[in-house]
């Protein structure tokens, strides 16, 4: 069974920098056709993707976020960790990790399973 | 920064057929976005319905099909049901690695 729990802080403070931790089972980091994507959700908002980590450790990032954020993982831990500097309340959201399915070859995936997911409050 | 469009609500009666559509701010949807499409409750993780543009993934009611309808990719949900309730998101691939989420729809079953 494959699954994914996020971990981290549930408040941080403005300014701060945000560390948050996937965990996964059921697949490896290795395997040279998944990789693993984080996305958040504000409150009563849409969904947004952030960032995402292939097997062979490249990374893409959100064009509006990029500056912000890191990706990276730990095979061996089977952990994926993304960081966000200067967090600010309208960072306030439940932050998911998922297993992508399917982006081999230049073709774009899709993201399955997802995490429970995580809320993270910005604010002093 | 490109923004995917989603219509924010859609009322479907109970057995009815509603068609919901995902589009560019500018230019076409193509199967080369392979796009997905995604159903969220409230308090719950999504679920994955569709993927590159019109496979269903697993376990995935055949009543939710996958298309591209003139410019955009759409969801249509034939016989709606109770429980098809949710909010459904859809994800476009930009390429170079990126990913962007539509603004999502609300549909109601009344």
């Known amino acids: 069974q494959v699954t994914l729990k996020e971990s981290g802080p549930v408040l941080v403070k403005p300014t701060e920098t945000l560390t948050l931790t996937c965990t996964v089972s059921?697949?490896?980091?290795?395997?040279?056709?998944?990789?693993v994507s984080w996305i958040r959700q504000p409150p009563g908002k849409a969904l947004e993707w952030l960032a995402h980590?292939?097997?062979?450790?490249?990374?893409s990032y959100s064009t509006s976020l990029k500056s912000r954020l890191t990706i990276s993982k730990d095979t061996s831990k089977r952990q994926v960790v993304l960081t966000m500097t200067n967090m600010d309340p309208v960072d306030t959201a439940t932050y998911y990790c998922?297993?992508?399915?399917?982006?081999?070859?230049?073709?774009?995936?899709?993201?399955?399973?997802w995490g429970q997911g995580t809320l993270v409050t910005v604010s002093s | 920064q490109t923004v995917v469009t989603q219509e924010p609500s859609f009322s479907v009666s109970p057995g009815g057929t509603v068609t919901l559509t995902c589009g560019l701010s500018?230019?076409?949807?193509?199967?080369?976005?392979?796009p997905s499409w995604y159903q969220q409750t409230p308090g719950q993780a999504p679920r994955t319905l569709i993927y590159?543009?019109?496979t269903r993934s697993s376990g995935v009611p055949d009543r939710f099909s996958g298309s591209i309808l003139g410019n955009k990719a759409a969801l249509t949900i034939t016989g709606a049901q109770a429980d098809d309730e949710s909010d459904y998101y859809c994800?476009?691939?930009?390429?170079?690695?990126?990913?962007?989420f539509g603004t999502g729809t609300k549909v109601t079953v009344l």
């Open positions: 994800v476009l691939y930009m390429g170079s690695g990126i990913y962007v």
């Open positions: 500018s230019g076409s949807v193509s199967t080369s976005y392979y």
């Open positions: 590159s543009t019109n």
């Open positions: 980590i292939f097997s062979n450790d490249e990374k």
């Open positions: 059921g697949f490896s980091l290795s395997n040279a056709r998944l990789g």
């Open positions: 998922a297993r992508m399915l399917g982006a081999v070859a230049g073709r774009g995936g899709w993201f399955d399973p």
